[in-house]
């Protein structure tokens, strides 16, 4: 069973960074590419981020381009997203997702991402 657990979410202030990850079991990572999207209350679910199966190529959503990076590290099976001068529009509950096709090409897409955490809470108070 494919387990993705999200860790790291908290209150912070506005301009503070945080880091958040994701442990990955039942599957290894390194064939698969890996995103983080986010749900603000009321909201639908949007992209956040994504990076490619061997990390080669990264995607980034324009609202967060420049201040959050997405890495993986493969040998742990865990993928991070680092947040920095964060907003309070980035409020949101972000969840951690893993490509349902080995060695696809980087997607934006929620659709094609077959395995879901269940998300970790980020509240940026201004």
């Known amino acids: 069973q494919v387990q993705l657990i999200e860790s790291g979410g908290r209150v912070v202030q506005a301009g503070d960074s945080l880091g958040l990850s994701c442990a990955v079991s039942g599957r290894t990572i390194s064939n698969y590419a890996m995103g983080w999207f986010r749900q603000a209350l009321g909201e639908a679910r949007e992209f956040v981020a994504a990076?490619?199966?061997?990390?080669?190529?990264?995607d980034y959503a324009a609202s967060v381009k420049g201040r959050f990076t997405i890495a993986r590290d493969n040998v742990k099976n865990t993928v991070y997203l680092q947040m920095n001068s964060l907003k309070p529009e980035d409020t949101a509950v972000y969840y951690c997702?893993?490509?349902?096709?080995?060695?696809?090409?980087?997607?934006?897409?929620?659709?094609?991402?077959?395995?879901w955490g269940q998300g970790t809470q980020v509240t940026v108070a201004s």
């Open positions: 990076i490619s199966w061997n990390g080669a190529n990264t």
């Open positions: 997702a893993a490509d349902r096709v080995p060695l696809g090409p980087l997607t934006t897409s929620a659709g094609r991402y077959g395995y």
